[in-house]
């Protein structure tokens, strides 16, 4: 089983409406959780950490949930700039790391 | 200026040659990685540095090689190129393992 998995997508939405993700990940020692943003041929860039309470930034929602060990992202109001790969990010304590999920292409349309 | 910086952004070159790219920061981190990404596949860590003097093997090192030369900055070799190192190659940074890395633009490299 990999450490980290995503539904790799493409999530194709028109503007304005929500979607969410999920990514599950299968070490339950996991403490860190992030969510980064990537554009095509760019480098992954932090989009937002997830804490045990849920956050929110913005428009962007992430919520974790421990006993089913997966956590999630959610978008409101999708604007055409939020098209690009999500990725899921969970520490491996373990092996002092963090571990990459594949990415959840999202495509908004006009 | 940015955190992270990589050079070269591009390079081509040949197989059997040796290949080093170079990867400054001036975030102050200890920890720094190199990563290369595949079209359409995830991250793979290839190596990654506690310290200056605390070089670690990533899952994928085969081929490659590492320098920490200072706690700013961090180069990975190829020491004999191949076709199928033809990749994006990110170097990342971070102040402990558990806190979010944050990455350099990256350096496309092609392998004829």
């Known amino acids: 089983r990999k450490e980290v998995e995503q539904d790799p997508g493409p999530f194709n939405v028109p503007e304005g409406a929500t979607v969410a993700f999920n990514c599950t990940y299968s070490?339950?020692?996991?403490?860190?959780f992030f969510w980064y943003r990537q554009d095509c041929r760019k480098e992954p860039k932090l989009l937002m950490s997830?804490?045990?309470s849920g956050n929110e930034d913005g428009r962007f929602t992430a919520q974790l949930n421990r006993a089913s060990q997966y956590i999630s992202l959610l978008i409101r109001d999708s604007k055409l700039s939020d098209s690009a790969t999500y990725l899921c990010?969970?520490?491996?304590?373990?092996?002092?790391?963090?571990?990459f999920g594949t990415g959840t292409r999202l495509l908004v349309s006009p | 200026d940015a955190d992270v910086t990589q050079t070269p952004r591009n390079r081509i070159t040949k197989t059997g040659k040796r290949i080093m790219l170079e990867c400054s920061q001036t975030?102050?981190?200890?920890?720094m990685y190199w990563y290369r990404q595949d079209p359409g596949l995830g991250l793979q860590l290839i190596y990654y540095?506690?310290?200056?003097?605390?070089?670690n093997k990533g899952e994928i090192s085969d081929g490659y090689s590492v320098s920490r030369q200072a706690q700013a900055k961090f180069s990975l070799s190829l020491e004999s190129a191949i076709p199928n190192q033809t990749a994006l190659y990110f170097c990342?940074?971070?102040?402990?393992?558990?806190?979010?890395?944050?990455f350099g633009p990256g350096t496309r490299l092609t392998v004829l």
């Open positions: 990342a940074t971070s102040d402990r393992t558990s806190s979010p890395q944050f």
């Open positions: 070490n339950s020692a996991s403490q860190s």
């Open positions: 997830v804490y045990s």
């Open positions: 990010v969970v520490n491996s304590p373990g092996f002092q790391k963090l571990v």
């Open positions: 975030k102050g981190h200890d920890r």
């Open positions: 540095s506690f310290d200056v003097k605390d070089i």
